[in-house]
C-alpha cells in the first residue's frame, strides 16, 4: 500500500467479482477477485483500498450479508460509492444499500425487480447520481422513467441516459398528476 500521499489513503480499480457463479456474498470471502489491467492495493491486513465493487453476472437472489463481505474485503466500506450488481436474480432493493450514505453509482440492471415502488428505498442515498434499472420487469410499468425522476431527483443518468432538465420538470408535473385525489364525477339524477 504504497504511493499515497501520506495522511490520504489511495483507492484503487473497482474490485472484481464478476462472473464467478456467486450465490451468496458469503461465497465471496472464498473467492479471488478478477484480475484487471491495474492491480487493486491492499492494506497490511489484506484489504482491498478501492470505492467500487463489482459483483455482476452471478445469481446472486438476495444480498444478506453484503455488510458482512463488504466490511472483510474493504479496507473502508464507508466509502463505497461504485456497486454493479447487474445481471443478477435480485427481486427487491435491499434496503442494505442504503446503508452506504457515500454510493454515487448504482447497476441493477438485468435482475427480476418488478415493483416500482423498489426505487423508493434509494431515496435515502444522497449522493445518489446514476442508477440503472433497464432489463428488470418494472421497466415495462406505465410512467416507469418519470416515477423513477420524481423519486430520485438528484439523479444525473437513468439507464445510461442523461436525465434532462426536461425530464425532471415532466416527471414533478406527473408526479404532482398523480398523487392529486381523483375526483369522482356526478351523474346528473345525482
Known amino acids: 500500500f504504497t504511493g499515497a500521499p501520506k495522511g490520504r489513503k489511495m483507492y484503487g480499480p473497482?474490485?472484481?467479482?464478476?462472473?464467478?457463479?456467486?450465490?451468496?456474498?458469503?461465497?465471496?470471502?472464498?473467492?479471488?477477485p478478477n484480475v484487471g489491467l491495474k492491480p487493486v492495493h491492499r492494506t497490511p491486513e489484506g484489504k482491498f483500498c478501492s470505492k467500487a465493487l463489482r459483483l455482476s453476472n452471478n445469481i446472486l437472489s438476495n444480498?444478506?450479508?453484503?455488510?458482512?463481505?463488504?466490511?472483510a474485503l474493504l479496507?473502508?466500506?464507508k466509502q463505497l460509492s461504485w456497486i454493479d450488481l447487474s445481471f443478477n436474480d435480485l427481486s427487491t432493493i435491499d434496503p442494505i444499500l442504503t446503508?452506504?450514505?457515500?454510493?454515487r453509482v448504482l447497476y441493477l440492471h438485468g435482475n427480476s425487480i418488478s415493483r416500482l415502488s423498489e426505487v423508493d428505498k434509494l431515496a435515502a442515498l444522497p449522493h445518489l447520481q446514476s442508477l440503472t434499472l433497464h432489463g428488470n420487469t418494472l421497466e415495462n410499468e406505465k410512467d416507469y422513467r418519470n416515477y423513477v425522476i420524481s423519486a430520485l431527483p438528484h439523479l444525473k443518468s437513468l439507464d445510461f441516459s442523461a436525465v434532462t432538465k426536461q425530464d425532471r420538470v415532466t416527471a414533478q408535473i406527473w408526479r404532482r398528476g398523480s398523487s392529486r385525489p381523483k375526483r369522482s364525477r356526478k351523474t346528473p339524477n345525482e
Open 14 to 32: 473497482p474490485v472484481d467479482f464478476s462472473f464467478k457463479c456467486l450465490s451468496s456474498l458469503a461465497d465471496v470471502l472464498s473467492e479471488h
Open 63 to 71: 444480498l444478506s450479508d453484503f455488510a458482512t463481505a463488504s466490511t
Open 75 to 77: 479496507d473502508d466500506p
Open 99 to 103: 446503508e452506504f450514505r457515500e454510493l
